[in-house]
């Protein structure tokens, strides 16, 4: 049965962090590097034992080895001291598993601390999560205090993530229960909830008649690479917008919150995910375009196309690139049109916002015809920064005009150490905070809202639409913007 709420969240004196999954690739390039940072700046518990586990039969020193070893290649050289990486290593254990062998479990806890904290990051395919919960449970080593991190896709469908969501929850509470989702981490992200709410000069304006589009933009441009064997029965809809890039929308989008209580904000953007208007088969074809990347070039280097990767069906039909137009149906944001674009292969890597104001109603400049829009972009990656897009006089005579940034360079304002995503949200996680987290029913509420796309994709049986690698993806992606007289943001 799930635990009731604890009474304090703080971190804890001794921890017990378990990885499944822990020779993989999530937990070499991210994980490890990101337990190694919070280690070097002494964020983590002064007594944590970190427990890798995987279905490879080694022994603890040849774990150290070949695993921690591969993920010394994602820290920064300057964080790399010696005597630090030994007492980082001197951390972890290594305990071969099979996660559907209820003996292995038991052999898991006689290895456990009695009175930790206990994490369970779950760094595996979902299928399993719900074994793994019973299993965990089934051999006591489920508490009032044990969390469960799930790493997405929470699904493929409503019916699969409600599946997740129900299995998970007959072993956890609710608040025991993280959904990661790394774009939650980013700390321009969180700045949002500052930019919004902690300015009184962007609050009133934060609204329809005010502002005139709202741009996501999440572009890759990486190609699938050797995850063509999960990504080829995902697609980019599933891995990015139905969790990205909706998360981000509802953090632009939703109302005040009545205090930073972590439920106080997600019941905010649980809102604005079930005012999000939903795109039936009538509006597919109009405002959604679906494209897979053809061969191209790339750093002045030819990269193949998606069907020439390796692991790729011949002939498949997965779409690699997704751009849309959706509406937030409420009265902050009535008619404003909401442009959301992912994909991979693009001409850049680039993850930003942009908010497009309105233009004036009487503007009484000459050139007014050809004033570019006042922007605010935030960007989250690859350097993550806040611009305001304004008009300024030109030096000299005359009132001719030029557009200028205000420009917030978060590397350079603040000296401070920035930790990456995964990071800070670990240490969210060992300290019981849920904000940065996906409740039930948000991925419910995102899943309702994808899903009709899916299935009018089935249904429709068309093939995805060509784009070289190194652009901006299909044509069509312009004018979904164009047909409402607007552009995106790197062709204005």
Request: charged share 25%; with cysteine.
């Amino acid at each position: 049965m799930p635990t009731p709420a604890p009474t304090a969240l703080a971190q804890p004196d001794k921890l017990d962090l378990l990885i499944f999954g822990a020779t993989g690739d999530l937990s070499i390039r991210k994980l490890l590097p990101a337990l190694f940072m919070a280690f070097t700046h002494d964020r983590l518990p002064p007594d944590t034992r970190i427990y890798g586990l995987g279905r490879q039969a080694m022994q603890r020193d040849e774990y150290v080895a070949q695993v921690l070893q591969a993920s010394r290649a994602f820290i920064d050289e300057a964080e790399l001291q010696d005597e630090v990486w030994a007492r980082f290593v001197a951390l972890f254990d290594y305990v071969p598993l099979d996660a559907s062998q209820a003996a292995d479990y038991a052999r898991l806890a006689s290895r456990t601390r009695s009175g930790a904290q206990r994490v369970f990051y779950l760094a595996t395919a979902p299928s399993l999560f719900a074994g793994i919960c019973e299993h965990l449970a089934g051999c006591g080593l489920v508490d009032a205090q044990a969390r469960v991190v799930l790493e997405k896709p929470l699904g493929h469908d409503l019916a699969s993530a409600r599946a997740i969501n129900q299995q998970v929850g007959r072993h956890f509470a609710e608040h025991q229960i993280y959904r990661i989702d790394h774009y939650l981490g980013k700390e321009t992200v969180q700045n949002l909830m500052v930019l919004r709410f902690g300015n009184s000069i962007f609050e009133p304006i934060w609204r329809a008649g005010h502002i005139r589009s709202v741009q996501i933009t999440v572009a890759e441009a990486v190609g699938v690479g050797s995850r063509a064997g999960f990504y080829d029965g995902t697609g980019c809809l599933r891995d990015m917008v139905q969790n990205h890039l909706l998360q981000l929308l509802a953090i632009v989008a939703m109302e005040p919150p009545v205090s930073l209580d972590a439920d106080a904000i997600r019941d905010e953007k649980l809102k604005v995910l079930k005012s999000l208007r939903r795109i039936g088969p009538a509006e597919l074809q109009r405002d959604v375009v679906r494209g897979q990347y053809t061969g191209g070039n790339m750093d002045g280097k030819p990269v193949p196309g998606y069907l020439q990767e390796a692991n790729v069906p011949p002939g498949s039909q997965t779409e690699t690139f997704v751009a849309l137009r959706t509406y937030i149906d409420s009265w902050r944001w009535a008619n404003v049109p909401f442009f959301l674009r992912t994909g991979k292969r693009m001409a850049e890597r680039k993850s930003e916002i942009v908010i497009e104001f309105a233009n004036q109603p009487f503007n009484i400049f000459p050139d007014a015809y050809h004033q570019p829009v006042n922007r605010l972009v935030i960007t989250l990656q690859p350097e993550e920064s806040v611009q305001l897009q304004i008009m300024a006089k030109e030096p000299g005579s005359g009132m001719k005009r030029r557009p200028v940034t205000l420009d917030l360079d978060l590397h350079t304002a603040f000296t401070e150490r920035r930790a990456e995503a995964y990071e800070r949200l670990l240490m969210d996680v060992i300290r019981g905070r849920l904000t940065h987290f996906m409740r039930h029913d948000e991925l419910e509420a995102a899943w309702s809202w994808a899903e009709p796309i899916l299935n009018g994709w089935q249904d429709l049986g068309e093939a995805p639409r060509p784009y070289a690698a190194g652009t901006w993806g299909p044509a069509a992606s312009s004018a979904l913007t164009a047909r409402t007289d607007m552009q995106w943001a790197e062709e204005a």
